[in-house]
């Protein structure tokens, strides 16, 4: 798989997400057949992968309401085939998540804004939310990320410098990886 220096927008974004360019993540499906076949049962996110995204995104929806979603959304005008499916974060046991912003240079780390509630991310940085810088950002993100999960954190950085890197750290082990403890869920410099 070819990865972009630069990842300019969010279909870029999804696509390297989904097939595993941040690391650990969580089970994902680009189309319903796929979820269907898959087995799973549990809570989904929908979320549509087109210029008005965040028009149609729902997080925790019962497995039994995703083809009524589906339809109401259809009719609202998404395209049926950019919508996609993934597992649901466990979000009651999220204890930090935040956005760092990294510096020009590989592997600096410049600001971070971050938040400890557990919720959302954009609803947990709207409650309450702290900025930090430099060694504080470094120190703050090794004390709350698995051992695994920083080394993975830290590939990143080196590799998308001048990036956003959206992530969530969890109370528990969770995703594709062993180990792991974090989810990066959007690299951008868009």
Known sequence: MHYPPTIHNKHINYRLWTTGGWGNKLRAWRTLPELLASGYTGYIVMRYLGD??????????????????????????????????????????????????????????????????????????????????????????????????????????QKYNSHVIEFSVYSCFLGDRPGRNTLVWEIRHY
Request: net charge negative; hydrophobic share 40%.
């Open 52 to 157: 008005v995204g965040n028009q149609w995104c729902v997080y925790n929806l019962p497995f039994n309401a995703i083809q009524t979603v589906r339809a109401l959304w259809v009719l609202d005008g998404a395209d049926g085939d950019r919508i996609m499916y993934n597992e649901a974060a466990p979000d009651t046991r999220v204890i930090f998540q935040g956005e760092l912003y990294t510096g020009m240079e590989a592997g600096t780390w410049n600001w971070m804004v971050y938040s400890t509630v557990k919720k959302h991310m954009r609803d947990a940085l709207a409650l309450q939310s702290d900025v930090s810088t430099g060694l504080k950002t470094q120190l703050l993100l090794k004390e709350m990320m698995s051992p695994s999960s920083y080394s993975d954190f830290e590939v990143l950085t």
